[in-house]
C-alpha cells in the first residue's frame, strides 16, 4: 500500500469511537459512553500521531504495535468479562481500549519497509 492510504487508514482509526457509538460493542452504558467519546477520540488521535511517528522515525514500530495490541485484547477481554467487578473503572478501560486500537494500528500501518544498506566504496575482493 502507499504511504498516503496507510496514513489515511491510520487517522480513521481514530475515528472508531464514533463507530462504536452507532454499533455499540462494547458492554458499556450510554452514558459512559456518551460522557468518555470525546476523550476516547481525542486518545485515539494522540495514540495514532505516537504510533506514526514511533514507527516512521525509529525501528520500534512492530515492538510497538504487538504490546499495543496484546495490551488493547487484555482490555477488551477485561470489558467483557469482568465489568462488573470494576465499578469506577469504565470510563477509564473504555477510552484506553480505543487508544490502544489506535496506536497498534498506525504502529503496524507505518512500518518503514526494510532496505538493504549498501556501501559507500566498491569491495575488492583478492
Known amino acids: ?4 492510504i496507510k496514513v489515511a487508514v491510520s487517522i480513521l482509526a481514530a475515528g ?6 452507532v454499533f455499540r460493542v462494547f458492554p458499556v452504558d450510554d452514558a ?9 477520540v481525542l486518545a485515539s488521535l494522540l495514540c495514532v500521531i505516537a504510533g506514526y511517528a514511533t514507527a516512521r522515525n525509529s525501528g520500534h514500530g512492530l515492538a510497538v504495535g504487538w504490546t499495543a495490541l496484546v495490551l488493547f485484547m487484555a482490555v477488551v477481554v477485561a470489558l467483557f468479562g469482568f465489568m462488573d467487578l470494576i465499578p469506577r473503572g469504565q470510563h477509564g478501560m473504555y477510552i484506553s481500549c480505543f487508544a490502544l486500537f489506535g496506536l497498534s494500528v498506525s504502529s503496524f500501518l507505518s512500518i518503514k519497509p526494510y532496505v538493504e544498506p549498501s556501501s559507500a566504496t566498491p569491495v575488492t575482493r583478492w
Open 1 to 4: 500500500m502507499t504511504d498516503q
Open 16 to 21: 472508531a469511537p464514533w463507530l462504536e457509538r
Open 32 to 40: 459512559i459512553r456518551t460522557a468518555a467519546l470525546p476523550a476516547a
